[in-house]
Structure formats: C-alpha cells, structure tokens
C-alpha cells in the first residue's frame, strides 16, 4: 500500500523561465504561462494568464515519466485520472473551482482558479498558529465544502493542510481530488491506495471507505492547527500506523495550555477510532461546529462586532425565508452582507431616510412605527427594507425599525445585491417577490375586514 501521498511536493532548483515552459497541445493558444508555482512529484503547477477569461489561473501539468508503461506509475496515472475525471462536477465556495481539465495519452492537465495565499501548512508550527476562532471558522467551511461533496457521493480521502488553499482569514478551499472516492462511479478511476498515512483514519487501512475518513482527517489537521503538533509522533511508518490504530491522544492543554477544555470532547468525537464513536455524519460535524464558533465569539467579541460566520451559516439555512437558496449562494450572500449584535432600542432605519439596504432579522424581536405610533411588529426570520430595491429612484423610509430586543441583524447594501451572480439576483428577487405578494394580500385581507366591521349592511330595495 502506498501509505505516503505520492503527489506530495518536493524542491526542484531547476526552475524553467516562462519562455522554456512547454504546455501540452492546445493549452498554449489560451493560456499564457507567468511563471512556476511548484513543483511534486507527478506534476508542476504554473501561474497562467486565461487570455479569452482575462484572468489568471494555476495550470496543473502532469509530468511526462507517468505516462511511461511502469507499474509503478499505473498508480499515479489513476489519481490523475480520477482527478480530471471529476473536474468540474463540484461546485461549492470552499472548493478550488476548476475551469478545465484534459487528459490524453501522454499528458494530463488541470486549470484551475488561482489562489495566492498558498496553504494552510504554514499555519501548522507552534510560532506561527492562528486564532482559535479563526481556526474553527477554517474547519466549519471545510466541512460545509465535504458535506457538499459528500453529498455528491464523493469521499476525498486525503484531506491535509497541503490540500486545503488559505483564502484570507477565516477561509480555506479545499483541493486536489486526485485520491477521492466517487461511489457513483464504477469505473476504473477509483484509486483505492493512496493518501497521507498521519491523516488516514483507521478503517482505510482495510480499504473501507466512508465519509467518517473525512471526518477523521479534519479532526487531524484542526489538531495540528490548534497546537502546532502532529496528532502522533512516530519514527517511521509501521510505529505510525500502529499509534493510529492503537494509540491514545494527549489533551489538547498539554500542547498549548490556553486552549478551552471543551475542545478535547469535539476532537475526540471528530477522531474516535471505532465508527460507532465518531460523529456519524457531517451535519452532525457542522452542528457541533457552530456551538463552538458561537462560544468563541462570544468569548473574543462585544456585543456589537459581528457573530461568527458558521453560526450565521447554519441559522441562516434553517431560515424557511432563504431555504430556495443552494449552499453556493448561502456562502455568497453571507459575503455580501454586514452583521452584528444590538442591544435593545438600536434604530435600524428611520422615518423619512434615504433606502440603500435591506435587512433581515435573524434573531429576536423589532417594532415598526410611523409618526411616533406604533404599527406593527416584526418577528425572528423577518425581512424587510426590500421593496425599494426595485425602484429605479427609491422612494424615502415610510417608516422606523427599532429592535425591541437584543438582537441579530444582517443588513444587505442594493449595491451589493446588484453585483451579485446572476444567480443569487434570481433567487433573491423572486423572494422579494413573494415577501410583497404575501403582504399585499394580507392588506387585502385586513381591508376587507375593517371594510365589513364599518359598512351597515346593505338594504334590498326591492
């Protein structure tokens, strides 16, 4: 079994220049090569320019000897294989998105969005770690893009720091699909022997492959990423895999002190040897994730900043108002919006100004008034402000919003909206939409009412 990533980087110093860089047939009439990214062991990663898209790109080009008839590349000549064959089938904003993809006889290809930062490796030694916060944000997007996967039947099987690109604080993609399961697929793309042994849960060494690996392997790099150490030191293959399959775990204070407790219960659950013990599927990771998110931020933060990101994630998918919108264009409109936490008697908007945004309480309670007076009242899940967002020219505020409660508000700027995917624009129209057809007829129906209550009964002449 190959139990070490047999596509993991090594140092190369013979770099090519640009001019020298051979693309396979047919890439170099669209791309223009910038430069050498990295280089491993089957493969080297160029920085392209996508002259048609007018966007830069990483280029994954396989190398040449792979293609050789050598039994011991057959292996490699599948991961690869496996990976352009799933090019393009995922599509999740934590999830590098690959544009193009291409094999043939002796070459095989990937292009790729191109994502600066590098990866999260760097951000696995004690001198150079992240804030838990920030960390366990990294891990809720993670596992939101491997339950989307999942989803889709794939299992990923090699998730490591290495495979996951650092975006910006608080966000990673994960990448490289070249060791993935794909259960809809009988084909002979599966690679069943490969993946990186310090990550590898303990069924796949008897090549039983479920989704819980990828829990498994998550809950190693959030470890690493907590303490800067590897979940078990060993000197070489047979010691490790031997921890793994019969090793205990130090607490997590033992590595780093300030740590909280309530971490160890998590990672246990997210690393528990026997299947039966560990989180049973990735909802019930996400689930978890978000209390812990939600404990940290408000451990960290005022009640004024904005709530952690994965808890806003999982209130607002069990929101029924947005339950039209798919995972893609949840993380999208989440990036779009402004969020925080208020205290009572907080104006949202005023009587008579100017209308720029929409809101959307996502928690606790507000009053509506007009002239001082109060007219309605709005409940959790309410949106509002966004009928203006039609108007070519909107029409000033009809009304003040006042939060009646400590609350949580989200606010979306039209701006912001009008620049949104295409697709996103869609879905929140036709809710804007039903929002105003809703409350049209429910006006109606008040009127009618209020219409029967002041009218005398008619007389009948005749």
């Given amino acids: 079994m190959a139990l070490e990533n047999l596509r993991c980087a090594n140092e190369m110093s013979d770099k090519k220049t640009p001019s020298e860089i051979k693309l396979p047939a047919g890439l170099s009439q669209r791309y223009e090569v910038r430069g050498e990214l990295g280089r491993g062991a089957t493969g080297t990663v160029f920085l392209g320019w996508d002259t048609f898209a007018q966007r830069e790109v990483a280029l994954k080009v396989a190398h040449p000897q792979i293609f050789r008839k050598d039994p011991d590349q057959a292996l490699v000549r599948k991961a690869w294989l496996n990976e352009v064959h799933m090019a393009g089938s ?44 920030e960390v366990l944000e990294i891990a809720y ?56 042994l310090a990550f590898m849960a303990p069924e796949l060494f008897r090549q039983w492959v479920t989704p819980q690996a990828d829990i498994y392997a998550l809950g190693v790099v959030m470890h690493q990423l907590l303490t800067g150490k590897h979940l078990f030191d060993a000197p070489d293959q047979a010691s490790l895999m031997y921890k793994i399959l019969h090793g205990e ?10 740590l909280p407790e309530s971490l160890n219960p998590l990672l246990d659950k997210m690393l528990a040897r026997n299947l039966e013990d560990r989180f049973a599927n990735w909802p019930a990771v996400l689930s978890a994730l978000t209390a812990h998110c939600a404990s940290a931020s408000i451990a960290q933060s005022s009640a004024e900043e904005r709530p952690a990101e994965a808890e806003l994630y999982d209130q607002l998918r069990h929101l029924p108002l947005l339950n039209s919108l798919n995972d893609a264009q949840l993380w999208e409109l989440l990036r779009i919006s402004q969020w925080r936490k208020v205290p009572t008697k907080t104006v949202f908007l005023r009587e008579g100004g100017n209308a720029r945004s929409c809101y959307l309480l996502l928690k606790g309670e507000a009053r509506v008034l007009q002239q001082g007076k109060l007219i309605a009242l709005l409940d959790t899940g309410t949106l509002f402000g966004e009928l203006a967002f039609a108007e070519e020219q909107p029409s000033p505020r009809a009304a003040t919003v006042v939060a009646a409660t400590e609350s949580t508000i989200g606010k979306w700027a039209y701006a912001r909206l009008r620049e949104a995917s295409p697709a996103l624009q869609s879905k929140m129209l036709q809710i ?31």
């Avoid at 043939?104 to 030694?125: C, I, Q, S």
């Avoid at 039903?434 to 002449?461: F, G, I, N, W």
């Fill in 249 to 258: 775990r130090k607490q997590l204070t033992s590595f780093r002190p300030d």
């Fill in 141 to 196: 997007k993670c596992a939101s893009a491997l339950d989307y996967a999942c989803r889709a039947g794939i299992v990923h099987r090699d998730i490591k720091p290495a495979n996951l690109q650092y975006v910006g604080p608080g966000e990673a993609k994960v990448c490289d699909f070249g060791a993935a399961y794909w259960s809809r697929d009988e084909s002979s793309t599966q690679v069943m022997d490969i993946g990186s």
């Fill in 90 to 133: 995922l599509h999740h904003p934590y999830i590098v998105e690959v544009f193009d993809a291409g094999f043939g006889d002796d070459t095989a290809y990937l292009v790729m969005e191109y994502l600066p930062n590098g990866t999260l490796e760097p951000y696995t030694t004690p001198d150079n770690l992240k804030p838990i916060t």
């Fill in 432 to 462: 804007f939409f039903r929002l105003a057809t809703e409350r049209l007829k429910q006006a109606d129906e008040r009127y009618l009412r209020l219409y029967r209550q002041v009218m005398p009964q008619s007389t009948d002449l005749n």
